[in-house]
């Protein structure tokens, strides 16, 4: 059995639980989870027994060369003759992916039902399983991880006051690029300044100045796995503020590693971070969860969030991520991808946690 078609059997059983006929794919990560298929336009129908993918013209080549399923080419729109082949199938109770669906679609959907036939929403059925990482995924993404770390050491040699926030940006994404990654997992950060304390800041032409701090988030994509890291950088002597805040975001991000273990809930990991930020006086400024689980997406289940009950297993891949954000002055996160064990965690970012003075 080929590792989609293990997969496929898995989706299957976990339908015939549901007392479901069919699940109607339509996620492009789990189209590619389940078929090997990694064009962009492509719906799988997915029955206990049987798995159809459907694509277009411009992917007929492709799709015959990477799904391990049945293919077929339509022209024209998708999901009117997925319908037609599960009316065919006498399928009848039809699952849908309810969160990767455009209410356009749903209602393609809807309107080629026929007598006795239903729709059901399904959620997170296919994420559930992406969640544990086989050997391979765990190797793509140790992969992603290396080029990542290998390019910003790489572009850090090249900062220097003057240079341009895109600037940096663009040398990260060569140097990814040349080292073999797809491209960047996705768009890379890199902050200096009071723009630090924007967390998803992209880049701009603000010149890199002396006595800034510089954030960095880069993630490199392999095999169409990511992987994902943030970094950050002085240019000059820190301060004593920046001194203290990279300090307590070091020991928080230490104390979550820490509570990194099989069968630990998600919200623990995420209390560890939060709780150091708390003495330190910084949680009001950590304004984002602890982390994420990471594969065919940048952000995939599991969240390590307060309220995310999902125990953690061994397999799964998560960053770990907690920043502190200091409006008009910068902020300060460290991250790293590491994999889950049933002793603690593997961290597969292999670059040191110093504060890079420049
Ligand atoms: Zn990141
Ligand atoms: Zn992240």
Known sequence: LSEHADRRRQISDALTGKKLDALIVTGPANVRYLTGFTGSNGVALLAPE????????????????????????????????????????????????????????YNTLSESLWLGATLEPVRGLVEELRMIKSPAEISSIRRAMALAAAAFEAAVGSIRPGIRESEVAAEL??????????????????????????????????????????????????????SDMTRMLFLGRPGKRVKGLYGAVLEAQAAALDAVREGVAAAAVDRAARQVLRRHGLDRVFVH????????E?????????????????????????????????????????????????????????????
């Open 50 to 105: 049987r798995a159809v993918l459907f694509t277009d013209p411009r992917y007929a080549i492709q799709a015959a060369e990477e799904a391990d399923c049945r293919v077929r080419v339509a022209r024209g729109p998708l999901l009117p003759r997925l319908m037609a082949a599960a009316r065919r199938g006498k399928l009848q109770r039809l699952g849908f992916e309810m969160s990767r669906i455009s209410w356009e679609a």
């Open 173 to 226: 994404d060569y140097q990814m690029r040349r080292r073999g990654a797809q491209g960047p997992a996705f768009e890379t950060i890199v902050a200096a300044g009071a723009r630090s304390a924007q967390p998803h800041a992209l880049p701009t032409a603000h010149t890199l100045r002396a006595d800034e701090l510089v954030l960095i988030d880069v993630g490199a994509s392999r095999n169409g796995y990511a």
């Open 289 to 296: 969860s602890t982390g994420h689980g990471l594969g065919l």
């Open 298 to 358: 940048i952000h995939e289940p599991p969240r390590l969030g307060k309220r995310e009950r999902t125990r953690l297993r061994a397999g799964m891949v998560v960053t770990v991520e907690p920043g502190a954000y200091l409006a008009g002055f910068g902020g300060v996160r460290i991250e790293d991808t590491v994999l889950v064990t049933s002793q603690g965690c593997e961290i597969l970012t292999p670059v040191t946690k110093d504060l890079r003075v420049l």
